[in-house]
Structures are given as structure tokens and as C-alpha cells.
């Protein structure tokens, strides 16, 4: 029979044991393997609220992407992965029309953008990441806007300088910026990352991620996300870039910007992530010398999930 201390001590120990394992750190790490290719599909829902010169403008708009990632080979500490895009849906719904085109569907009716939407499919880039995860080179930005450009040549000044390689490094980052400096954290550890995505007469964006180590949950690391996002207008001296207005001024402010990612550290991947954000504000725009003041309301979800094999469908 067991003294009394020692009941004690084994009733500690079963206690304390648990406190130890919480503590443990788990690791959040990508991991890649040459030749071995993974899938996301990824969905963004925006709804726009506008007002202009006292008139209610609603937009809804869906798009949907299908990426391909196969890492290429590791130099050095770098990896070389290729991304390409394997599919598009868009819907857009303005002014009571719906415009849509969905590339896993050959029965798609043409529209005017449907030329444009088609040219996405099959572009592919080179990516360097380096051991941070952060993207510090794309390689095939070129090929891409001759294919968007023949599409529409009206739209050269303005592609031109909205997808320039720095902003295709930032649009590439938030895939494998999630995971923390380390490698791994301990439950309710933080980490932060910034980035500033540059879309010459769209203005520019500043967003600071901040993540939280939330715990594990059916193998997956769970991580909380809060962004800060400022606007940036161009301003009135900023290029045209052949849109037909400039964006003189802008009071943007991002709330509600929360989501959670769920990680896993056995594949070395995202699993599935959802964030939501809302922008609201007012804008000053300049149309033909003339100004106007522009009420903007933005809600946008955006979702991610990560598979082995292709989610579109054999044959479509």
C-alpha cells in the first residue's frame, strides 16, 4: 500500500503532467517534397455597397481559383515551386445584370469578359521562397500579361502596373506567411507579419497579420488572425493607368478583419483557412475635372483549402 506522501506525489504529477504537455511547442512548418505537387482552391466573396452622386450602387462579386503548387527543387535554403493556375469561376452581379464564366464548365456562354477570364487558365509562375517563406522572386509575370493583354489591349496601362512583381509577391506571401518565425509555438504564442501590396493607381495596401497559436484540434494547429489594413490613395498626381477616373483621397478604415487557420503540421501545410473583412469608408474621385465623393461599404470572405489531388473533376 502506497504511504500517504506518496499518493500525494503521484496526484501531482498527474496534475502537473497535462500543464507540461499544453506548454509543449508544436510545429507549424512547411514542408515540401520535389516533384510532389498539392492543390488550393481558393474562393473569395466581396459585396460592395456604393453610393455616387446620391444613387445606391450594388455589386456582388464570387471568384474562385484553382492553383497547382509543385516544388521544383530546394537551392540552398531556398525553394523553387511552381504555381500554376488550373482553373476560374467568376460571378459578378452589377446594376441587376450577372455576368459569369467558369472554366471546369465547357458549356460556359461567352461574355464580354469571358476572353479575359479564359486567358487566367494555364498561366503559371516560378516562385522563390526563401527559409522566412517569404516569395522573393516570380518568375513568368511577362508570359502572363502578353496572354491578359491579347485578351484586352485596353487594358495594358492599367495591368501593367497593378501586377507588377512585387505585387505578385505580395499576393503570393499570405500562402506561407502564416506559419511562425520559428517553426513551431507554444499554445497562445503571437507572431506578426506585414506587407504592403503596391497597385499603382488603385492605391496601395498596408496590412499588418497578427497570429495566435490557439491550441490543437483533431491534428490540426489552430491559429487565430486579426489584419490591420490601411488604404493608401494614389492621390491626385498618381498615374491614370488608363482607368477612367483618379482616386484623389480616400477615409478607409478595415474592421471586423478576423479569421482562423487551421494548419497541419504532419503534411506540412494549410489545411483550410476562412477571413473575413469589412472596409468602409469614402473616397474622392475625379471624373472628367470633376469631383466626386464616392460612400464604400466592402464586405469580403475569403476561403482556402488545400488537397493532394485536384478538386476539378477529370474531363471538365
Not at 7 to 22: G, K, M, T, Y
Request: aromatic content about 8%; proline content about 5%.
Amino acid at each position: 500500500m502506497l504511504r500517504r506522501s506518496s499518493l500525494i506525489a503521484l496526484s501531482l504529477v498527474v496534475l502537473v503532467l497535462p500543464a507540461f504537455a499544453q506548454d509543449k511547442p508544436v510545429e507549424i512548418k512547411w514542408k515540401f517534397e520535389k516533384g510532389k505537387p498539392f492543390y488550393q482552391e481558393l474562393k473569395t466573396e466581396t459585396s460592395q455597397d456604393m453610393k455616387v452622386m446620391g444613387m445606391d450602387v450594388k455589386q456582388k462579386q464570387t471568384q474562385t481559383f484553382f492553383f497547382s503548387w509543385t516544388p521544383v527543387e530546394q537551392k540552398d535554403k531556398d525553394w523553387i515551386i511552381k504555381q500554376k493556375i488550373e482553373g476560374v469561376k467568376m460571378e459578378i452581379v452589377i446594376g441587376g445584370n450577372t455576368i459569369s464564366y467558369d472554366s471546369t464548365n465547357p458549356g460556359t456562354a461567352n461574355n464580354p469578359l469571358s476572353e479575359f477570364f479564359k486567358a487566367l487558365v494555364g498561366s503559371e509562375f516560378t516562385l522563390t521562397v526563401g527559409p522566412d517563406m517569404k516569395v522573393t522572386k516570380v518568375e513568368g509575370r511577362d508570359e502572363f500579361l502578353k496572354k491578359l493583354v491579347a485578351a484586352n489591349q485596353q487594358m495594358k496601362p492599367l495591368l501593367d502596373q497593378i501586377l507588377s512583381e512585387n505585387a505578385l509577391k505580395q499576393m503570393a506571401d499570405p500562402s506561407f506567411a502564416v506559419v511562425p518565425p520559428k517553426g513551431e509555438a507554444k499554445k497562445d504564442e503571437t507572431w506578426e507579419n506585414k506587407t504592403k501590396l503596391e497597385l499603382g493607381p488603385i492605391g496601395s495596401y498596408d496590412t499588418t497579420y497578427t497570429y495566435k497559436f490557439l491550441g490543437e484540434e483533431k491534428g490540426l494547429a489552430k491559429i487565430g488572425v486579426t489584419a490591420a489594413l490601411k488604404y493608401n490613395a494614389p492621390g491626385a498626381d498618381g498615374p491614370a493607368g488608363g482607368l477612367p477616373f483618379k482616386i484623389k483621397e480616400a477615409k478607409l478604415e478595415s474592421k471586423n478583419a478576423t479569421g482562423t487557420v487551421f494548419f497541419d503540421p504532419k503534411a506540412g501545410r494549410v489545411d483550410n483557412s476562412e477571413m473575413n473583412l469589412t472596409l468602409e469608408g469614402t473616397l474622392q474621385i475625379e471624373i472628367g475635372g470633376m469631383t466626386t465623393t464616392v460612400e464604400l461599404k466592402q464586405t469580403q470572405k475569403t476561403t482556402v483549402k488545400t488537397t493532394a489531388e485536384s478538386p476539378i473533376k477529370k474531363g471538365s
